[in-house]
């Protein structure tokens, strides 16, 4: 092929280029709005780059984070290390996480989580020790069940094998993406048949099977027995095997977490051929101990289970709360240097009193009060075991939420810190939560601080996200909300960095640095980070920088 002539090149180039040129006197093509808001967003420098070491020594700027998250050190990875230099878990450090069936603690993932940030130069806020939810709620009831008071004088026959200490000889199950084992959380003996199902459906999809030995049951009138618990508040019933009069059906068992006695009266008709636990109409978790099948006695007397005194119970949830805390403190203090000790104690209706249990309609399947069983001292508690199996110099934190939303609750907790400390403990912190909305009024923010700062403990903001409000979702949000959002952040650091003077500002942990996933646990599908979902800065990264710097940082890129 025969090249072309380089004049005749250039002169085409130069008509090419002629006719592609704009005519710049008839329209002028302006960035879109949002392009122009965002361009000078981008130009931020990471976000812990805008903390001042000099004035503020002793700060930490964190993020939330899962360990799953962190630990796949991925996109999240990098944007956390990049912006941040300490990290909380939301929840993998916590009892529920960390405390198995039989009490003992299982660290392997923190571990790795500690490695993994050390490697990094990120430290590891621990979070949190005393708390009443997140809890193995399990394992801290069963300690309170001293066993069962049989009747010594009954000899009935007992047709089934049903203390699950030895086998599960007889006994089988299907249906509902069902599981069946043996567990060691028995009321009676140490062991309990559990069976979990996850398919709601007809009573009989989901079934645990048990057939009578010798087969059939004779003909005669009985009493099948058994204790039950579940995870959660479910419902079964029993039924049997048979025909004619030998089928029957049990009315509906209503289960709790707290173990109960049930008995159904049956009569065999000589066509007895075994039982069945009709489970499908409420999946979850449930529990069996003592399944018994016994000829009926007018002599016979029915198990009590055994209660503790309320002195026994204290001293039994002590002992578990002292191996909790010693062995978590313990384990990762070579590289946790601060805790939430003690984590949401305040009653919101009655914020100068403690959370209880105590008279409330339904307790969630991990909740369980400490202060129930320890008093008002169970922080006390708490706050000297963190001091003498961790560090000398951790930094160890009271924290809760909605202190700006009622400075009454914010009072109470100031007040419970001297309570905690007269009895004893040292407190050194006390950590504010700001969960806030764009309806949070600035001036219950200035006070809150105030009320903080005269407290001279340090004050750290350690779960900070900010929505717009009444439920609204990202796709709902507009341009002005995502400003004001923006210019609350700012406010918010800026009034901490004022009014909280620099020897007791701890930091600040932004609780979800990124905008909630529609199906999360936590403020779900509301835009409350710094970051959208696909990672791209929002004007709220601006406020947040604006605030840590202290001046309007866009104003250098004019």
């Not at 002793?58 to 630990?71: E, I, P, Q, R, T």
């Not at 993406?177 to 009321?187: E, M, P, Q, W």
């Amino acid at each position: 092929m025969t090249p072309l002539k380089t004049t005749t090149c250039l002169a085409l180039l130069t008509v090419l280029s002629a006719a592609c040129s704009p005519d710049e006197t008839e329209f002028v093509l302006e960035r879109p709005e949002s392009v122009a808001t965002m361009a000078p967003i981008n130009r931020y420098n990471a976000l812990k780059s805008y903390v001042d070491p000099t004035a503020n020594p002793n700060f930490k700027l964190g993020a939330g984070v899962s360990l799953a998250d962190y630990m796949a050190r991925g996109v999240v990875y990098r944007m956390i290390n990049s912006n941040f230099n300490d990290i909380t878990l939301g929840y993998e450090m916590k009892h529920g996480a960390v405390v198995k069936a039989d009490g003992k603690l299982d660290l392997t993932n923190v571990t790795n989580l500690l490695k993994a940030a050390q490697a990094a130069g990120v430290s590891v806020y621990g979070h949190t020790l005393a708390w009443h939810a997140n809890q193995n709620a399990a394992y801290l009831n069963s300690l309170l069940l001293t066993g069962v008071d049989f009747d010594p004088a009954d000899k009935r026959v007992n047709y089934v094998n049903g203390s699950f200490e030895q086998n599960q000889t007889g006994w089988n199950s299907w249906g509902g993406s069902s599981t069946r084992d043996i567990v060691n959380t028995g009321l009676v003996g140490t062991k309990s048949l559990r069976f979990t199902h996850t398919s709601k459906a007809n009573p009989w999809d989901a079934q645990i099977a048990l057939d009578f030995s010798p087969m059939p049951v004779p003909v005669g009138e009985y009493t099948l027995s058994f204790f039950v618990r579940s995870d959660a508040p479910g419902k079964f019933r029993c039924s049997t095997v048979g025909t004619g009069p030998d089928v029957q059906y049990q009315a509906d068992v209503i289960t709790s977490t707290t173990w109960q006695y049930v008995e159904w009266d049956i009569k065999s008709a000589g066509s007895l051929q075994a039982l069945r636990y009709d489970m499908g109409t409420t999946p979850g978790t449930y529990y069996l101990d003592e399944v018994r099948l016994n000829p009926r006695s007018t002599l016979y007397k029915k198990p009590v289970i055994l209660q503790l005194s309320d002195q026994e119970k204290g001293r039994i949830i002590g002992g578990a709360m002292d191996k909790w805390i010693s062995e978590m403190v313990t384990q990762t203090k070579p590289y946790v240097k601060a805790w939430d000790v003690v984590n949401e104690p305040m009653d919101d209706a009655k914020p100068t009193t403690l959370k209880t249990a105590a008279g409330r309609a339904r307790i969630a399947t991990d909740e369980f009060f400490w202060q129930d069983y320890l008093g008002k001292d169970y922080a006390v508690r708490a706050f000297k075991l963190a001091r003498q199996y961790g560090n000398a110099d951790d930094v160890l934190f009271i924290n809760d939420y909605n202190l700006e939303y009622d400075l009454n609750k914010c009072r109470g907790l100031i007040d419970y810190v001297s309570y905690i400390e007269a009895n004893g403990a040292k407190v050194d912190g006390i950590g504010t939560q700001l969960h806030m909305s764009l309806d949070t009024k600035r001036e219950n923010i200035d006070q809150m601080f105030r009320m903080l700062a005269a407290t001279g403990k340090m004050i750290k903001i350690s779960e900070m996200d900010i929505g717009i409000g009444t439920g609204i979702k990202t796709p709902a949000t507009t341009p002005a909300q995502y400003k004001a959002q923006a210019d609350l952040y700012e406010y918010v650091i800026s009034k901490y960095m004022e009014l909280v003077p620099a020897k007791q500002r701890y930091g600040i942990t932004m609780w979800s640095p990124m905008d909630s996933a529609e199906g999360s646990t936590w403020r779900a599908g509301e835009p409350i980070g710094l970051w959208k979902r696909d990672y791209s800065r929002k004007q709220a990264y601006g406020g947040f920088a604006n605030g840590l710097a202290g001046r309007n940082v866009s104003a250098d890129f004019k």
